[in-house]
């Protein structure tokens, strides 16, 4: 039974086209000159040997300074606390 769950996870990783998503990170594209973008990310997790939920807010935003270059900044909002 395993080999044939080995055989058929293989042949269907082969099938597969897949592309990896980082949203804490930018594409090695820079934004174009004068653009400027927005994002929100955010997590929601259990605490470990508690029955908290920790949450996770990180609103930023990018702009296009040049073709070369670009400026980014993120603020980390949670509602975790040492007590």
């Given amino acids: 039974m395993n080999v044939i769950l080995i055989m058929a996870l293989l042949f ?5 086209h897949v592309q990896e998503l980082f949203s804490a990170t930018e594409p090695a594209s ?3 000159v004068g653009s400027i973008a927005f994002r929100v ?3 929601i997790m259990d605490e470990l040997n508690s029955t908290r939920i920790n949450y996770h807010l990180i609103p930023g935003v990018l702009a296009g300074i040049s073709k070369t270059f670009m400026i980014g900044g ?3 909002f949670s509602n975790r606390s040492e007590v």
């Avoid at 269907?12 to 597969?16: D, E, R």
Wanted: net charge neutral; charged share 15%.
């Fill in 12 to 16: 269907l990783s082969i099938s597969c």
């Fill in 30 to 32: 820079n934004k174009a």
């Fill in 41 to 43: 990310d955010n997590s």
């Fill in 74 to 76: 993120n603020i980390f």
